[in-house]
């Protein structure tokens, strides 16, 4: 019998199904699921975010809560010529980090590290990403005010939050997918949570824009940073 090899994702992905203290199926279920609509709505999410993007030239890209990189590769196959570095604490980032270079991308890098502490120097990107990840957080002011503080003056964040409302519950039960013990918020919690360090420039409403909000499953909101007068509830002059 021929010797059977696995490739270095394949055996890291093993491991990290022994050893993550995280759901080590989530991406399996939602952007791998065998159901094509559960999967093509993960996916639409993604694409929808990474499309906020386009035609934009920033220097310095983050995805913050990156997971196993999907997001940020469909990024950095829009943005060429901008480094993108994902930041996780879960230990599927090394597997990210595999799939990334076996694929060949040139312009992704990834961090291990914790999002209320991030090692990066102040102000030193002009748009980050975070992609359902704030409804994880227990410390989800000390996390946006880390996240504010590595991004540039008028640097602006993406964020994708579920909304967690009767629509999603719904949903959820119907695709037959459990609600993860650890989604503590609705979208209208963390959005008032955002305004404390952003201001709110668009909001983008999924699966269909012009749905009302009740009805919506997931909300994109675009923010930029606050000035230090505008927090302080001061003004500019």
Known sequence: MGECRLSTPAILKILLLETCHLNPHYSDITYGSSNPIVRAYFWSRLRSMAKMVQRTSVAVILDIGCGEGQLLKLIADE???????????NRDIYLAKEEAKLEHYQNVHFLRADCTH????????????????????????????????????GGKLVAGIPTENWAYRLGRK????????????????????????????????????????????????????????????????
């Open 174 to 237: 119907v695709a037959r997918l459990r609600k993860p013990v650890d989604h503590y918020y609705s979208a209208e919690y963390l959005e008032a949570m955002l305004k404390r360090e952003f201001t709110q420039h668009r909001v983008l409403k999924l699966p269909f824009s012009l749905v009302p909000r009740r009805l919506s499953l997931y909300v994109i909101t675009v923010c930029v940073k606050n000035s230090r007068l505008e927090k302080s509830g001061g003004h500019d002059v």
């Open 79 to 89: 943005q060429t010529g901008s480094p993108c570095i994902g930041i996780d604490i």
């Open 118 to 153: 991030l090692p990066l120097r102040p102000e030193c990107s002009q748009l980050a990403f975070c992609a359902s990840v704030l409804e994880h957080l227990h410390n989800v002011q000390a996390a946006l005010h880390e996240v504010s503080g590595v991004l540039a003056p």
